[in-house]
């Protein structure tokens, strides 16, 4: 990794933390650190112009910081300045973040043309910006910290490091000798891969809603084959691994938005958390059909996403089968459940479920306890 990665990492890590940290606000920050999310934006935004981006939209830097738009995230999270917060504000002025001209202009520019574009948002949507910091502070209590290396010895962090290098090689490796129901066509061996564990603690119970769907197995044209395939992965990860799966529920829905919209907001949103999955496996819908709509669902009911994640399992299994390119499945977090889109076939959910379950469970259970 060259030095521009790895401080472009530390980049990424400190935006990701600060999505995470809701209940932490702006001008907070600026009046002990001197900067802000806007600032990180503007950085952004200077960034793209000094490299020659000059198309890039601050409107585009904001949601690149914030994780989602920028209006969204100050009706949902940012409450109203006191005065003591004020005052602090003023009497640090001098020690704030100065950004150039061009982006000032460039900022000004977004925010005007935001704001008369959109209504005021109402007041009811705004949370309680307490009642979210308590939440988070025990939740990182309870994770040690959302930071994954702060006040961890060095050495500890390196020895981790290096740990994952060598496995990332030997998740690489081409040995066909391995008869695990984990192993696809030697390219990928997940004998390897369950070396790591699901990053979970021992016996952790992990709750599942299964979601298929499919135009014709809602109708009963044809019985529904992917949503069995999932259960028998979990079923086989569980006799393998000292993690237990409990299946809250499984419903077959037609390839409507409005309708899987509904189900996935129904079992995120549930209050009670015995009856509240902590992950969400959606099989089918995730092809270039018109019909296909599963990943546009899923992009409007979460909170956060985890894109990558389906997109590295989706580019290996490429390697097997290069059409699974055409898969557009995605993932995210709708507050404390962790949204996984597979493929519709049996096969492909196997393999892609296969390869992707040791971090799921990891993600499930980072996920719900974040609440």
């Not at 920028?70 to 009706?75: R, V």
């Not at 009963?220 to 999932?230: H, K, L, N, R, T």
């Not at 479920?353 to 971090?359: E, F, G, M, Q, Y």
Request: proline share 4%; hydrophobic share 35%.
């Amino acid at each position: 990794m060259s030095t521009i990665e790895a401080q472009a990492f530390a980049f990424r890590q400190l935006v990701a933390h600060m999505q995470q940290r809701t209940d932490v606000q702006n001008i907070d920050q600026m009046n002990l650190a001197g900067f802000c999310r806007n600032c990180m934006a503007k950085w952004l935004f200077l960034g793209n112009l000094k490299n020659g981006s000059h198309n890039v939209d601050y409107n585009h830097c904001l949601k690149e910081i914030y994780g989602m738009e920028y209006s969204q995230w100050k009706s949902k999270f940012q409450s109203k300045a006191s005065e003591e917060q004020m005052k602090r504000y003023k009497e640090t002025k001098a020690l704030h973040a100065v950004h150039p001209k061009e982006v000032e202009a460039a900022a000004k520019a977004s925010k005007k043309k935001a704001s008369s574009s959109r209504n005021k948002p109402s007041m009811e949507k705004k949370k309680s910006t307490t009642s979210t910091a308590t939440s988070l502070k025990n939740s990182a209590g309870a994770s040690n910290s959302l930071s994954d290396v702060c006040c961890r010895p060095l050495e500890e962090i390196a020895a981790e490091a290096k740990a994952k290098a060598e496995s990332k090689t030997n998740l690489t490796s081409t040995d066909t000798s391995s008869t695990s129901p984990f192993s696809l066509g030697g390219t990928f061996n997940l004998g390897e891969l369950s070396k790591l564990g699901p990053g979970v603690p021992e016996n952790t119970e992990i709750r599942v809603a299964i979601l298929t769907v499919s135009d014709r197995a809602a109708s009963s044209v044809y019985e529904d084959q992917s949503g069995p395939a999932i259960e028998k992965i979990l079923c086989e990860f569980e006799e393998s691994k000292k993690v237990k799966f409990e299946i809250i529920s499984r419903k077959i829905v037609a390839d409507d938005l409005k309708s899987i919209c509904k189900i996935l907001e129904d079992w995120a949103d549930e209050i009670d958390t015995k009856t509240r999955p902590d992950l969400v496996l959606t099989t089918g819908g995730t092809g270039f059909s018109r019909r296909d709509v599963t990943p546009e669902a899923t992009k409007a009911v979460i909170d956060r996403s985890s894109f990558d994640l389906a997109t590295a399992v989706n580019l290996h299994i490429a390697s097997l089968e290069p059409f699974s390119l055409l898969s557009r499945a995605i993932a995210g977090i709708r507050k404390c459940t962790f949204i996984f889109n597979l493929p519709g076939r049996p096969k492909a959910v196997a393999e892609n479920l296969s390869i992707a379950l040791p971090i799921l469970c990891r993600a499930a259970y980072d996920a719900s306890r974040t609440r």
